[in-house]
């Protein structure tokens, strides 16, 4: 069983960056691969960014262009999404999310066992 818990979203100004953390809990976070999903208002969840348990980073068609940044500290628990130069469309509630196995593509939902309740960006013009 695995808990995670989002925080570092907040207001900020277009341009500005910004870093998600997501704090895990539970035993053996180590061997849980881990993503980040944003919920646009009136959109679906979408995909931005996963780490995986080899240490490779797999980004959506937008957050590969740069922007985006996953990493995560298995000493802490911890995962973290950068974001860089914001932009009103990269507003949203960011949910972090951890699985163990899967056979999907880890750019999927049903590819994670566990979520969090999310941190909301806001972006200001």
């Known amino acids: 069983q695995v808990q995670l818990v989002e925080s570092g979203g907040g207001m900020v100004q277009a341009g500005a960056s910004l870093r998600l953390s997501c704090a895990a809990s539970g035993r053996d976070f180590n061997t849980y691969f881990v993503g980040w999903f944003r919920q646009a208002p009136g959109k679906d969840r979408e995909f931005v960014a996963a780490h995986t348990l080899s240490g490779g980073r797999i980004y959506s068609a937008d957050s590969e262009k740069g922007r985006f940044g996953i990493s995560r500290d298995n000493a802490k628990n911890m995962v973290y999404l950068q974001i860089d130069n914001l932009r009103s469309e990269d507003a949203g509630l960011y949910f972090c999310?951890?699985?163990?196995?899967?056979?999907?593509?880890?750019?999927?939902?049903?590819?994670?066992?566990?979520w969090g309740q999310g941190t909301q960006v806001t972006v200001s013009s």
């Open positions: 999310a951890a699985g163990r196995e899967s056979t999907r593509s880890l750019r999927l939902e049903l590819s994670y066992d566990y």
